[in-house]
């Protein structure tokens, strides 16, 4: 599956791109706030990462962002299943692509992914606390505070204290 945006494309990764994606992602204040990615994070990170077998109903894309003459790879964004119409929403983007609206742009593709391909009624976020750009993202496109609770934090080695937020797609 792939799906564009006005300036992004969001595709699945290919294993030729580990070294494009260990760039991308390796980065202290990207990874900590991330809950799976561990830290530091190297190559063979990637290559795993790209090299996972995919479910039919899985949606874990990489983001690149078409602006420029040549697309170039700025983050990363998936819906994982939580069965019964939901789903759980995550992504993330490389340092020198906040604050150009790239989060917002492919969550709301993600939202109608969800929606349209896959029958999804509701979908979760969560956010670290110490996030509130995540936050922002999440607000425009209507999630609100469901709950906070702590999420382990593979790179941190710890539970985080976190928001979780939720949207209604129906």
């Known amino acids: 599956m792939f799906a564009r945006t006005k300036r992004l494309t969001l595709r699945p990764g290919w294993p030729e791109e580990a070294e494009a994606l260990r760039d991308a992602i390796a980065h202290e ?11 530091p994070y190297a190559l063979e ?24 003459p040549a697309p170039r790879l700025v983050g990363g964004i998936g819906l994982e299943h939580a069965g019964a119409g939901k789903a759980t929403l995550g992504y993330w983007l490389t340092p020198s692509a906040w604050g ?11 939202l109608e992914i969800a929606r349209h391909a896959f029958g999804i009624a509701r979908v979760e976020a969560t956010h670290h606390l ?6 922002r993202v999440l607000e ?10 702590s999420q382990m934090s593979l790179a941190q080695g710890r539970a985080v204290p976190c928001a979780v937020m939720a949207r209604a797609l129906a």
């Open 29 to 39: 204040a990207v990874v900590m706030r991330l809950a799976r990615a561990p830290w």
């Open 130 to 135: 110490d996030n509130p750009a995540s936050r």
């Open 100 to 110: 150009r609206g790239y989060a917002g742009e492919a969550a709301a593709m993600m």
């Open 45 to 68: 990170h990637a290559a795993d990462f790209l090299s996972r077998d995919r479910g039919a109903e899985e949606a874990t894309f990489l983001i690149f962002a078409h602006d420029d």
């Open 140 to 149: 425009k496109l209507g999630f609100v505070e469901v709950r906070r609770e």
